[in-house]
């Protein structure tokens, strides 16, 4: 039973513009949620995290918003570039150990 | 600082056989998860080890086993391979155990069971 959802797999963007991957999860348990990225041949890298008691947290150009009481969260890029093009992974966590449930993954193709 | 490894890269079984995965942990970094990835199922947790002890495990059948040596590497083990076993399989190390955002992937090893 997939706990994480990323029900779009692909999206394509103009560079410049804003990227939102969205991502949805059914366990209220989930207190820690992440974002990976993944180029082709390669393993996933960390990107964002934000923790329940937060609702929002920023990187530079990357923002993660989360709506508990809708369990969803999203990844704002702004602005995408072509080099963001890869594929996103949403995960999420309880607590005490942190055995990451991952979504499958939304494919975001950014065009010059 | 050298990254994750993973051996083999890529590796065909037939069906029935068993495998062994190898990982190699971030120098300094004492903990090392396992995941599987397929295209249906997405990544899906294997099991996590922590100073040579398994600290969690997925929701996996017990053809799939693992351990962890006192340098931290780790071996994953599959035996009677199915068809359903081809996937691209991930290891992620750490510096402690339950410390997610620092943990690093391996590029995978590919395994096709024919």
Excluded at chain 1, 84 to 105: E, H, I, M, Q, R
């Amino acid at each position: 039973d997939q706990q994480v959802k990323q029900n779009s797999p692909s999206l394509s963007v103009q560079e410049g513009r804003i990227s939102i991957l969205n991502c949805d999860y059914t366990n209220s348990m989930f207190d820690y949620f992440l974002w990976y990225k993944k180029y082709p041949a390669e393993g996933p890298t960390f990107l964002i995290s934000i923790s329940s008691i937060k609702d929002k947290n920023e990187d530079g150009r990357f923002t993660v918003f989360l709506n508990k009481s809708a369990k969803h969260l999203s990844l704002h890029i702004v602005p995408s570039q072509p080099g963001d093009s890869a594929v996103y992974f949403c995960a999420a966590s309880t607590p005490p150990g942190y055995a990451l449930n991952f979504g499958k993954g939304t494919s975001l193709l950014v065009t010059p | 600082k050298a990254g994750v490894t993973q051996t083999p890269r890529y590796l065909i079984k037939t069906r029935g056989q068993q495998v062994t995965l190898s990982c190699s942990p971030i120098s300094g970094h004492r903990s090392v998860s396992w995941y599987q990835q397929t295209p249906g199922q997405g990544l899906q947790f294997l099991f996590e080890y922590f100073s040579e002890t398994q600290r969690n495990k997925g929701n996996f059948p017990g053809r799939f086993s693992g351990r962890q040596f006192s340098n931290s590497r780790s071996e994953m083990n599959v035996s009677t391979l199915e068809l359903g076993d081809s996937a691209l399989y991930l290891c992620a190390s750490s510096l402690t155990a339950g410390d997610p955002d620092t943990q690093y992937f391996g590029p995978g090893t590919r395994l096709t069971v024919l």
